[in-house]
């Protein structure tokens, strides 16, 4: 598991609009876009991953615009546009001109949509319980989908209410602990975030990716699910593999919405394999 500390905080972009982002590693570029989440940042969803992924790749953590030490830039035109497009501006600062992406959830919706906006841009996708799709058998929003966009509500956030989302995030819940808790918690509050929350009613990821043209999507992809997925579930993957003509989907047992997370070793070696494959 990484060591922050050891890790050096980089940004792109003018004051106002900066991206918060680490890099770690040599090699061909792997851009880790992380879901959405109170709390959430780079380093919270991949700190068991980035070490692995180092060993073959230039692995680039980011915290997306509201999240971590980035700027709030989320306005009007909904947060998958947004977000995106600031991805983009970050491979154009640091001169990245193709690379590969891993997004969990909300970070899986805004690769599809860089994808879709600048294909050229991408090299690979490994897509982890990815937003933006449409369940064949869930009714949606999901319990956990709930207890995200209601975090900020009433209130407001509360130690219990991020224990609750948490929870749902992951398979067994006794693995997680009281520092992620306050680790989360101490980013889900700074006065920025509290001001204009990411998952707010401005925020909310309301255009749907799986309604833009998929099917022209060459690129070879990994989607991968946790079998017991409570935010974003399983049956969302159909459309997506249906639909994208080189997706193949890894489902892992016993797992919840992070699978980087609670099945970390074996994620790591699916994923190096799957992005330094010639085939």
Known sequence: MVDVKSL?????????????????????????????GPGATGISNYRRNMEALAEHFTVYVIDLPGYGKSDNTIGEEGLYEVISKSVLEF?????????????????????????VKAPSRVHRLVLMGTGG????FTPMPTEGLKRM???????????????????????????ITDALLEER???????????????????????????EALHELTHKTLLIWGREDRVVPLDSAFIFLKTM???????????????????????NVLVSRFLTSEN
């Open 245 to 267: 003509p080189n997706a193949s989907l890894h489902v892992f047992p016993n797992c919840g919405h992070w699978a980087q997370w609670e099945k970390s070793d074996e994620f």
């Open 185 to 211: 918690m101490k980013v889900a509050t700074l006065p920025q975030t509290l001001a204009n929350p990411p998952l707010g009613r401005r925020g909310h990821p309301s255009k749907e990716v799986w309604r």
């Open 91 to 115: 491979m154009d600062e640091l001169k990245i001109e193709q690379a590969s992406f891993i997004g969990n959830s909300l970070g899986g919706g805004t690769s599809l949509k860089i994808a």
């Open 149 to 175: 966009l209601t975090f900020y509500d009433g209130e407001g956030p509360t130690m219990e209410k991020l224990r609750r989302v948490i929870d749902l995030l992951v398979f067994d819940p006794s693995e």
């Open 8 to 36: 050096e905080s980089r940004f792109t972009g003018k004051p106002g609009a900066r991206l918060h982002y680490y890099k770690i590693g040599a090699g061909d570029p792997v851009i880790m876009i992380h879901g959405g």
């Open 133 to 136: 799709g449409l369940p064949m």
